[in-house]
């Protein structure tokens, strides 16, 4: 790279590293659920892999990777074991690499309740800066709404609200050359989301300002097995997470190329009391179709029930 280059990377680099310190927590709207089948499989530690087009979801990064368009989608029922309400979450997105510019990501995430629903719009864009370092970025549009109560004996009613607003993400990833522990590669990632703090209220209040989140990690890569690591601040809540991912199969079919990995991981609270999840999961490839699998099994809501998370995917 050319000097300019360099001091260019490093300023990049340094700006994600500084704002990270700086970050701050509050409650707000639009907290981490856990998105995508496969990342959730391995405990959400994703910031460092980020090599599908789950990545605009952990780190936007990851998308500069990508050596085709990758089409994906996750649906899930949330919580199952609370009976009176249902809440539901979906996504999907699209990553095309463009030549010479980078690569384009699409997304829409969906939660929704039989009374309110928030939807977040992702622009996401990743491009290499060199052989070993990746930057990228999201910028999300962000909505809520709330229908209106109706009282069953007056039949009063308040209208709904909602609310819309934009948001920031940013995020580095870094390819260290180290053969450590019979690696054939490790990665580090680092993620920021919300860098603007948007207020989530109808009013701007500042106390429901959705607060600066912070995730960094590293990946151990060697012949099919991945291993990852990751710090994550969001939402008010610092977790550890980890998770592993194993390919157990990989060999042509009469359908064409075929593939099956097993996934374990999960996460542990570190800020408040007992808490976090346990993941387990797999994935099955058959040319270039995808379906992803994830289990979640809370540790503290248990009474909320653990939840199915799938996934599908086409490669183009």
Same mark, same amino acid.
């Given at each position: ?10 300023? +990049? ?10 970050? $701050?927590?509050?409650?707000? +709207? !639009? ?6 089948? $496969? ?73 929704? +309740? ?100 912070? %995730? ?16 994550? $601040? $969001? ?24 593939? !099956? ?15 976090? %999840?346990?993941? !387990? ?18 540790? +503290? ?16």
């Amino acid at each position: 790279m050319t000097p300019t280059r360099n001091r260019f990377v490093l300023a +990049a680099v340094c700006a994600l590293i500084l704002l990270g310190l700086s970050a $701050r927590s509050s409650p707000a +709207a !639009f907290v981490d659920i856990g998105l995508g089948a $496969r990342p959730v499989g391995l405990g959400r530690a994703f910031v460092a892999l980020a090599d599908d087009a789950n990545a605009a979801l952990y780190n936007p990064a990851g998308l500069a990777g990508l050596k085709g368009t990758q089409l994906t989608s996750m649906y899930a029922r949330l919580y199952p074991g609370i009976a009176d309400d249902k809440l539901h979450a979906g996504y999907l997105g699209v990553a095309r690499p463009v030549s010479r510019i980078g690569t384009i990501g699409l997304g829409i995430t969906n939660l929704w +309740a039989d009374l309110y629903g928030e939807n977040v719009f992702y622009f996401s864009y990743g491009r290499p800066v060199n052989d070993r370092i990746s930057l990228g970025a999201n910028l999300k549009l962000l909505r809520w709404s709330a229908e209106g109560y109706t009282d069953a004996e007056t039949g009063q009613s308040e209208s709904g609200l909602s609310w819309s607003g934009l948001a920031l993400d940013l995020g580095a990833l870094y390819h260290l050359r180290t053969g450590l522990l019979g690696a054939d590669g490790m990665q580090l990632g680092l993620a920021l989301f919300n860098i603007n703090q948007p207020s989530a209220s109808e009013n701007g209040s500042d106390d429901a300002k959705i607060p600066l989140g912070i %995730e960094g990690g590293l990946v151990y890569l060697r012949d099919h097995l991945k291993l990852l690591l990751s710090y994550s $601040r $969001r939402d008010g809540k610092s977790r550890l997470h980890a998770g592993q991912e194993m390919e157990l199969w990989n060999q042509s079919s009469p359908l064409g190329m075929a593939s !099956f990995s097993i996934r374990a991981g999960g996460f542990t609270l570190l800020s408040e009391g007992d808490g976090g %999840e346990l993941d !387990f999961g797999c994935g099955f490839t058959i040319r270039r179709a995808l379906i992803d699998y994830a289990y979640v099994y809370p540790l +503290a809501l248990k009474g909320a029930g653990g939840c199915h998370k799938v996934s599908i995917g086409y490669g183009f």
